[in-house]
Nanobody
Framework: QLVESGGGLVQAGGSLRLSCAAS????????MGWFRQAPGKEREFVGAITRSGLTYYQDSVKGRFTVSRDNSKNTLYLQMNSLKPEDTAVYYC????????????????WGQGTQVTVSS
């Protein structure tokens, strides 16, 4: 089970940190990803971190967002800085026991999502 938290309403330029708590799986054995979905749009890749700690990002969030993980706490994080209105979406964490991927179907387990709204 994956449970996201930390979403909310923030002004443009502000910051939020999302968390994703994992249970029922060996967290350290999974590559983890963050995706987001805005109304009327497809779910898109935001960033990911492998079990060894390598990170990958969508171009639009590079330099602003940071993916990290704490295997001792079975928790994935997404630090979001310099937020823009176009970052508004429901954010999802996902887990794969295979190779990290930038497409949703590469992940087996998903959280329920947390809403992030950035006002201009």
């Amino acid at each position: 089970q994956l449970v996201e938290s930390g979403g909310g309403l923030v002004q443009a330029g502000g910051s939020l940190r999302l968390s994703c708590a994992a249970s029922g799986l060996t967290f350290s054995a999974y590559d983890m990803g963050w995706f987001r979905q805005a109304p009327g749009k497809e779910r898109e890749f935001v960033g990911a971190i492998t079990r060894s700690g390598l990170t990958y990002y969508q171009d639009s969030v590079k330099g602003r967002f940071t993916v990290s993980r704490d295997n001792s706490k079975n928790t994935l994080y997404l630090q979001m800085n310099s937020l823009k209105p176009e970052d508004t979406a429901v954010y999802y964490c996902a887990a794969t026991a295979l190779v990290v991927s930038s497409v949703p179907h590469g992940y087996r387990y998903w959280g329920q999502g947390t809403q992030v709204t950035v006002s201009s």
